[in-house]
């Protein structure tokens, strides 16, 4: 998630794990450093490699294994700020510190892009979509008593804040369930079979709206999922693109740079990968996420010219919103969107 969520979870998970009589400020400082310590992967980076973000951001430094590294650099670091001042060792602040470690592996896990909790022994992303990277429905109430707590030195407010936010995710947990039951429902009342694929994931800020991705008969199928509580759930469908395989035309000779460099991709995105035809290059996309949740216009693409060298094999990002995409969601999420049908 992003890192003010991550910083306040730190924060009151620092003081929640305080020693009873130590320093409450010195375990909230280790436990905001810890929390945010995993992220640094972002300064990993190789100009000959254009995938190097995604194969390494929420990798080794988002694992349970790596935890205790993270918690003995950000227990030291705040030892010597604190040091004089407070009188505190690392030893001290070791726990709140692997607190502040934990509350992020577990709030990462919570999102959609995936993290590889159990490294090294499976490089497996774990991903339970049931909160958006960004939710200031989360965020502000989880901030606001995390500060309090500091300001007061309450034990009893940090465990507020970090049950505030395990009730919310496990909110978003039964709405993603609701939702992906919901499209089944729809697609065996229609005819249309169960899917080989199906993700549901949330949207930007809210647990109402989700982004439903399915693959069938070699295409992948876009659709909102509007759920709100003790209301009738409805759809809408979106956009749909091919899938791409091994044997799509155009791909680059087997064993070539391109080919890895798909290869690796692949692996990232678990095979949720579109295939499109641009000036003789293929592009593969990560259908998983795109910057409306009608839209199958991945964020993120390699695009492979026919030879399948490195220098003709490029990372396409695209965040670009069109005028008018944000009241096309705000349709989706008020329920305004004349195109929703509702589901028996």
Known sequence: MDNVTHAALGIAAGIWAHRRGGSVSAAAVAGLLAAEAPDLDVFIR???????????????????????????????????????????????????????????????????????????????????DCLPIVDLVATLPLLV??????????????????????????????????????????????????PERLAIKPTISNLFVWRAV??????????????????????????????????????????????HVIADFSRFTGGWNTYDRVDGAILVGDIRFAMLPTS????????????????DTTLIMDRNLQDGDWTRFGALLSGADPRFIDIK
């Open 46 to 128: 190789a100009a000959d490699d254009p995938l190097v973000a995604f194969r390494w951001h929420r990798h080794f430094t988002h694992s349970f294994v790596f935890m205790p590294v993270w918690a003995l650099l950000s227990a030291w670091l705040t030892s010597l700020f604190f040091r004089r001042s407070h009188n505190v060792g690392w030893r001290e602040l070791f726990l709140p510190a692997l607190a502040g470690v934990l509350t992020h592996l577990l709030c990462d896990g919570c999102t959609s892009y995936g993290t590889m909790l159990l490294w090294p022994f499976t490089e497996k992303r774990y991903a339970w």
């Open 145 to 194: 008593l995390a500060i309090i707590a500091w300001r007061k030195h309450s034990q009893r407010m940090a465990t507020f804040a970090l049950l505030w936010f395990v009730v919310y995710a496990h909110l978003g947990r039964l709405q993603q369930v609701r939702a992906e039951h919901s499209v089944n429902i729809w697609l065996l009342d229609n005819g249309k079979g169960l």
């Open 214 to 259: 399915w693959l069938k008969d070699g295409r992948w199928q876009v659709a909102v999922i509007r759920n709100v509580p003790f209301t009738s759930t409805r759809l809408l469908l979106g956009e749909s693109r091919a899938a791409w395989s091994a044997d799509s035309a155009g791909n680059p000779p087997a064993y070539s740079e391109g080919a």
């Open 296 to 311: 199958s216009k991945p964020l993120w693409s390699v695009r492979c010219a026919p030879g399948g060298s490195l220098a």
